[in-house]
């Protein structure tokens, strides 16, 4: 249960144990996407290799059915020439012979042509050619052998009873009686039906024997690092030649004779199929028992021991390395208990290291020793806290006093037939009343009603020497405003701008929107401001270093309205010297 508690409350341990899985996931989904993706390319690797060994292959026998096309045209095109084929299978060899030298004998040429002679110049030129025949079908027991390469033609004949090598390149063989069956290995055989192009009969079979060493030279790769299996079925799907690794010969007999890839499944062993397929005549399939690639993956198993030794050397690198800032975190920790126990004495032991454990550390004991110091000074100033709150009640009871006193005032003066002076104390008693108000912000028609009782007061003081004229839209009534922005603006064309000895002061104080914000211009036909007296007060109100301050009334108003709502906000100042002067106050129209 401690261990638990302990666990649950200790930082270092939920990270230790978070980066630690963090980590371990990460590495097993790198390493599992790696290896499966190195996989892949793998089997594709061997498996494009498998496919152009078959285009090989099948590029071997095209051009070996391209020249048994030639000879066949050859054939059949020149009629000396299939006559004389022709001759030979009907006649036997040795009235075949007799008719050739009659005819040799009464040519005016040196050179005999015969079948000898023909498929010697034809056939000679295919080192893969270890003999070709010629088998009359109307006499069965006339053969022609043309042998090409004695030892190979020797070494693949399975049965040696019989004499197969005639002591001639071309003579009958067994001439009186059938040709025996031979049994050839290495050996894939070409048989070419001849017809009579006069009756088209058949007449007889050309058989051509090749040797297997070219499709060895082809299929065999030498230092590869997997056995693949190949094989050459006819079109009745006979196997003619295999280079076979252990591979079922049931699973060569199901697979499809169409030319593709496939995966086949036998006796639980998983097989990559590669099919090509010739004109129907031949089919060629490449064959990758998924256990040889395997092989090629054998890294797979050597990558997860150096990761998880890798991944073991990160855990504890990381548990030293946070290791100290756990112990840090528990002295911070064990300095905070101290201090909810009471003991402000505790500080918390300073490292070399800058860190932000490090600041944590500077700024609570700084905080220990600003606190201890304010303890020590709130009981010199208890004392005096308490005179400032009977102070402050005092403040509360003379304001009331004062509007006492002023109302006592005005009814005496009222009552000795002095309404003026009546009028102007109830303004100005007004006017005290609100300045002492605590709120921050009044509505704007709150802040004209204020400015109203100024003019009045100065209405009173100098009967029809001005004329004010308020235009504030209904709708802007209850726009916030900070109070007493207007009347100081106001007070200081009273004070500037107001001719006493003129009948036709006017005063303006206009309300409207623009562009969404609210435009307050207060606007008189006063004595106006010269150019450089106007840049002054733009400078002062603004509060430019080195200007003296003079117009504290309008700065203390710009920058009320510039602090709270910043710029553009405040006040702006056009004037026309002996015209008139516009102060224009701009707030925001949503507060």
């Known amino acids: 249960m401690l261990k638990n508690k302990y666990f649950k409350y200790n930082i270092f341990h939920k990270l230790l144990l978070a980066s630690s899985l963090t980590l371990v996931v990460t590495v097993i989904i790198l390493i599992v996407t790696i290896t499966n993706y190195y996989s892949d390319i793998i089997i594709q690797r061997e498996r494009d290799i498998d496919s152009r060994t078959l285009d090989r292959v099948d590029g071997f026998f095209s051009n070996k059915q391209g020249d048994v096309d030639y000879l066949v045209r050859e054939l059949y095109g ?43 110049d034809f056939f000679n030129q295919d080192p893969n050619i270890n003999a070709v025949s010629l088998r009359s079908i109307a006499l069965p027991e006339v053969e022609y052998l043309f042998i090409y390469n004695n030892g190979r033609w020797n070494d693949s004949i399975k049965d040696q009873t019989a004499n197969e090598i005639p002591p001639r390149q071309m003579q009958p063989f067994f001439e009186g009686q059938s040709y025996p069956k031979r049994h050839l290995k290495d050996t894939i055989t070409k048989e070419i039906l001849l017809y009579n192009p006069g009756t088209m009969e058949k007449m007889g079979i050309l058989s051509i024997y090749y040797s297997t060493d070219g499709l060895d030279q082809i299929v065999k790769r030498k230092n590869s690092e997997v ?159 308490k005179q400032a709150e009977l102070k402050a009640l005092q403040a509360q009871i003379n304001p009331h006093f004062l509007f006492n006193t002023l109302e ?48 009045k007061l100065i209405q009173l003081q100098y009967p029809n020497k001005l004329q004010v004229a308020i235009q504030i839209p209904k709708e802007m009534e209850n726009v916030p405003i900070q109070r007493l922005i207007l009347q100081p603006l106001v007070e200081n064309y009273i004070k500037h701008g107001f001719k006493k000895d003129r009948n036709d002061n006017k005063l303006e104080i206009i309300g409207q929107k623009a562009e969404g914000d609210i435009e307050i211009s207060i606007k008189d036909n006063g004595t106006g401001i010269s150019y450089d007296q106007l840049t002054l007060i733009r400078d002062q109100i603004n509060d430019k270093d080195g200007v003296e301050m003079k117009s504290i009334g309008l700065r203390n108003v710009h920058q009320r309205l510039n602090l709270k709502f910043n710029d553009p906000y405040g006040l702006s100042i056009q004037s026309v010297p002996d015209q008139e002067t516009i102060v224009t106050v701009l707030i925001p129209g949503e507060v």
């Open 227 to 385: 056995e693949k299996s190949f094989f050459l079925l006819n079109k009745e799907g006979k196997v003619l030649y295999s280079d076979n690794h252990g591979i079922p010969k049931q699973l060569i007999e199901k697979v499809s004779k169409k030319t593709g890839e496939s995966i086949q499944t036998y006796h639980g062993q998983t097989y990559y199929m590669d099919v090509s397929a010739q004109n129907n005549e031949y089919t060629y399939i490449g064959v990758i028992p998924k256990k040889e690639l395997n092989k090629l993956t054998f890294a797979r198993g050597t990558m997860w021991v150096l990761i998880i030794f890798a991944t073991l050397a990160a855990i504890l690198i990381t548990y030293r390395f946070t290791s100290s800032y756990s112990k840090r975190i528990g002295q911070i920790v064990a300095s905070i208990r101290e201090v909810e126990k009471g003991n402000l004495s505790v500080r918390i032991p300073e490292s070399k290291k800058a860190d932000e454990l490090s600041i944590i550390g500077i700024s609570f004991n700084s905080m220990l020793v600003k606190l201890n110091d304010y303890i020590e000074r709130f009981f010199l100033l208890n004392n005096m806290q």
């Open 408 to 455: 006592v005032i005005r009814m005496v003066a009222v009552m000795e037939g002095s309404d003026t002076s009546g009028d102007m104390i109830f303004h100005l008693s007004r006017m005290l009343r609100y300045s002492l108000e605590t709120k921050e912000t009044v509505s704007l028609q709150v802040e004209i009603e204020n400015v109203e009782q100024y003019l």
């Open 78 to 120: 020149r009629s000396d020439l299939i006559s004389d084929v022709s001759l030979a299978l009907n006649k036997g060899y040795e009235d075949y012979m007799k008719s050739n030298l009659d005819r040799y004998t009464k040519s005016h040429s040196f050179i005999s042509r015969n079948i000898n002679t023909i498929f010697m």
